[in-house]
């Protein structure tokens, strides 16, 4: 489900999350600079330990920002479906490129600071390691972010079927009563039929 938040910016403009991506890729840009003058420096990964820290938080930060555009161009698409004025609409083929660009060099930052780690620090267990923790801690968040969306479906069928339990329960009540009120009439107009037919006779005695 697309958060009011992300509809929010989609409306805005998806280029304004794409700034948001950009700002988290330089930030990481820098962090990556700060790790090669430690490497260079002879630095061990103690003592590089703060861009490291500054590196994978950026990268975090690139990551939700990432997941984020997604969704709101998504949101930008419906927007426009409904006839809503998005600024600074951005189009497949801008998204795409922007996208490509930026995974790129993201990715080639994790491929050096990999090999940072096994022939500088030499720390290739440490590597693996966190990899395989943030594998988990990954896993684990995809899972119990499932978990919130079935949670959330189930909510809204739910909320649908109690909805149009109503409506029929509803659709009931009036047939009844159009039913009565049609008996009553037809009821009505025999009563005055045999009253008339009643009357004309006593007349005619």
């Known amino acids: 489900m697309i958060d009011p938040v992300t509809i929010g910016l989609a ?19 820098e962090a990556f600079d700060s790790i090669n003058e430690c490497v260079e420096s002879g630095k061990t990964l103690a003592e590089s330990i703060s861009p490291v820290k500054k590196f994978f938080a950026s990268a975090g930060k690139y990551e939700t920002n990432r997941a984020q555009l997604e969704e709101a161009k998504v949101a930008q698409e419906e927007a426009i479906e409904r006839g809503e004025t998005v600024a600074d609409h951005m189009s497949d083929a801008e998204y795409v490129m922007e996208l490509m660009a930026i995974d790129r060099q993201i990715k080639q930052y994790y491929e ?26 990954r896993a684990d968040r995809e899972a ?13 069928l ?3 079927a109690a909805a149009m339990k109503k409506i029929r329960e509803r659709a009931k009540r009036i047939e009844s009563i159009q039913l009565f ?10 009563l005055g039929f045999s009253y008339g037919m009643f009357w004309l006779i006593q007349q005619g005695g």
């Open 112 to 137: 050096d600071i990999k090999h940072i780690f096994i022939y500088h620090f030499q720390e290739a267990g440490m590597w693996e390691e966190f990899w395989q923790r943030m594998g988990k801690l």
């Open 181 to 190: 009120a049609t008996v009553v009439i037809i009821v009505a107009l025999i």
């Open 144 to 156: 119990k972010a499932e978990a919130k969306r079935r949670a959330e479906t189930e909510k809204r």
């Open 11 to 29: 409306i805005q403009g998806v280029k304004l999350v794409v700034q948001g991506i950009k700002s988290a890729a330089d930030e990481a840009k």
């Open 158 to 160: 739910q909320e649908k």
